[in-house]
């Protein structure tokens, strides 16, 4: 299995799960610092010029964040990661995707990359202001449903932590937003496992 990475991205939380379930894989580097994501020798991997990406044992290309932990989590490590319930499983995905498609991508983008939302100079101040209101929105919300339990779910990992986790890289440790205390507590621990202190040293981030 090749994994397609780019140090400090989403991808890292897809790095932090593989790392957690401990299959064997080839970690590729794609810097978009770089640019390498629109190069020819990975658009010919992965058309859509986005990490994560995973090529699959049987040659298939697999791509999206909660697509991707969903297939890692169900063919590496069912039993672990089976939910409880359909309903459990719903709420799963449904916290995985606020935190990707809202919190991710309409909110921490503004503030990464106002320039892709704005031709204008002068609004990419707005535009950041504007990434923050949802990411403070979203951090209000997931504090809430975090509470005092260890992880987002409540008292067993699932992939939607892989999701919290890349986020709060971002938020606590990177952009070191003001944040509410348990999310923050909870990036601690997440980042002090042994699996996100591996996926964070593979890319050089610590
Ligand atoms: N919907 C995709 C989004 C992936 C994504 O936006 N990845 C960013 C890094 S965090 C990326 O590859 N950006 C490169 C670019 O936009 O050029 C997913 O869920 O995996």
Known sequence: MK????PGACSLGSH???EEIGVEYEGIPIHIKNGDQLKDAYVKVNPKSKV???????GSLLTEFGVIAHWLSQTYAKDRFAPDSFEQELRIME???YIVATMHMQGFSRILRPQKFTPNEADLEWVQNNGKDIVTK???FLSTQLGDNPFIMGDRLTIADAALFYTMFWGVARLKL????????YFDRMS???????????????
């Open 52 to 58: 994560p990406a995973i090529l699959r044992p049987d």
């Open 138 to 140: 979203a951090t209000g």
């Open 192 to 206: 002090s496992r042994p699996a996100a202190q591996r996926a964070m040293r593979l890319e050089e981030l610590i």
């Open 3 to 6: 994994f397609y990475y780019s």
């Open 16 to 18: 932090f799960l593989i």
């Open 178 to 185: 003001d944040l509410p205390e348990n999310l923050i507590a």
């Open 95 to 97: 916290t995985l995707d």
